[in-house]
């Protein structure tokens, strides 16, 4: 009986750990060094074909998204 609880105690606190971590995306704004354009990316540029446009990290997408005019437009 104990083990069923251990196991079962693990499990959901695997399993939260796993929604935490996959509410915590962060969305970044870029800019292609080459053509100029901007996107939104999930996971931070680490080459240089692309950078980081402004000083924000997003918590949703949609709000990266509604941001990039405005940011694009300042850099």
Known sequence: MKKLIVCGTFAMLGLGLGIQ???AAEF???R?????KCTVVD???TTT????????VYKTKSEAESA???VCTEH
């Open 43 to 45: 996971t931070k540029p």
């Open 68 to 70: 990039v005019t405005k």
């Open 49 to 56: 074909t692309v950078t980081v446009v402004g000083n924000s």
């Open 21 to 23: 971590a996959a509410s």
């Open 32 to 36: 292609d060094a080459t053509t100029k």
């Open 28 to 30: 970044y704004i870029v």
